[in-house]
């Protein structure tokens, strides 16, 4: 027997276990939730949890799904592609999990997720905006934010139209995702006739910049756009300004977490930066409810906690419709809305938002950043 087919009899067996098992006691409906729980990009793990366990609380309380309780899995994949190979293997293996709310980084994303189409389980990523998570046609594959494509347009065109820049220096961490956004602005820049006059790799975890800086300055560049997460882009713009540079710093959905101003240093290292991301997801007057909550419990629902609350109701329309089968649930998703905290869901044939909605944000000296009207 292939090594599918095993896993998917497996799942079979524990999907049909739980079920059996709940005619005589309450079963559980596992469910992973897969990130950076640990490490540098831990900020952003801790966004994808707390949104996570919030919506199978919120939906154990009404009932659960179909009469079975969600049992939320933490699953440390550190942002690292092999430990998220790892990980993914034991929420199949070990965990029994149905279906998995991950992961973030996309290079953790895309070789977790073949392992989930293996196995037959339903995974939706609140964050991972790498073009291939879903060029590569997988059944069981969606996501609840934008693209990088998508993001690095609303980017460029920005730079272009609203800041009327000509001298734009590109950087990017060497990542999938780092660089696959800044890949994505330097197409849209080049396409409006700009050519950047820098394009760099700078390499995760670094933290001395110096040299890089010395070549923004040297070329003279009114903007600089960095793809990559706030745990290199904190320091880089730190040591921009301390060297004197006034360059307008630009970055993407990577540095949507309060972490980046304390890897900065200090709020006035960030004043003025620009990001990209998704319209402002405590706005929707269909999450209010669910903000208040957050709010009440004394956590500010930053970044991406809205949009694991929204991938942990997208898993579970899919499952409660099919019988809790997670492959039909995929399939009846990409021909279904899908009502969530952040609005009506729509998906396409290959797991993508049929409407991505990103918009340009500004960090001010305080420390926070706000949506630009």
């Not at 849209?188 to 110096?210: A, H, I, P, Q």
């Not at 959905?253 to 620009?274: H, K, N, Q, R, W």
Request: glycine residues 10%.
């Amino acid at each position: 027997m292939s090594h599918t087919i095993i896993k998917k009899s497996l799942l079979s067996m524990a999907i049909t276990g739980a079920i059996a098992v709940s005619s005589f006691a309450q079963a559980e409906l596992v469910i992973g939730v897969a990130g950076p729980h640990t490490g540098a990009y831990a900020a952003f793990g801790e966004q994808l949890w707390r949104g996570a366990a919030k919506a199978a609380e919120d939906i154990n309380a009404a009932g659960g799904v179909n009469g079975e309780m969600i049992k939320v899995v933490k699953a440390d994949d550190a942002c690292e592609p092999k430990q998220a190979v790892s990980i993914a293997n034991r929420l199949v293996d070990s965990d029994g999990a149905v279906a998995v709310v991950g992961h973030f980084c996309s290079s953790s994303t895309i070789p977790a997720s073949e392992i989930y189409a293996d196995a037959g389980v339903l995974m939706v990523t609140p964050a991972s905006t790498n073009p291939t998570v879903t060029d590569r046609g997988l059944e069981n594959v969606f996501r609840v934010c934008g693209r990088d494509d998508q993001q690095g347009d609303v980017a460029a065109s920005y730079i272009i139209g609203e800041l009327g820049a000509q001298r734009v220096a590109i950087l990017h961490d060497k990542d999938t995702y780092g660089k696959g956004l800044a890949d994505a602005t330097k197409r849209t820049l080049n396409s409006y006739g700009v050519e950047e006059v820098l394009y760099e790799g700078l390499t995760r975890g670094e933290k001395d910049f110096n040299a890089v800086i010395t070549k923004i300055r040297s070329v003279d560049a009114d903007v600089v756009y960095f793809g990559g997460l706030h745990s290199e882009a904190g320091p880089l713009v730190r040591q921009l300004r301390e060297q004197g540079s006034t360059a307008i710093f630009i970055s993407g959905d990577g540095i949507v977490s309060d972490e980046f101003v304390s890897v900065a240093g200090s709020p006035e290292y960030v004043d003025g930066v620009l990001m990209t991301f998704g319209a402002d997801p405590t706005a929707y007057a269909a999450g209010k409810t669910v903000v208040e909550g957050f709010r009440t419990s004394g956590y500010e629902p930053e970044g991406y906690t809205l949009y694991s609350y929204t991938a942990m109701q997208v898993i579970v329309e899919a499952l409660k419709n099919n019988d809790l089968d997670p492959i039909k649930g995929a399939e009846w998703l990409k021909s279904n809305s899908v009502s969530t905290a952040m609005g009506v869901k729509d998906f396409d044939s290959k797991g993508d938002l049929e409407v991505s909605d990103y918009v340009m944000y500004k960090w001010d000296n305080k420390g926070k950043y706000a949506q630009i009207d």
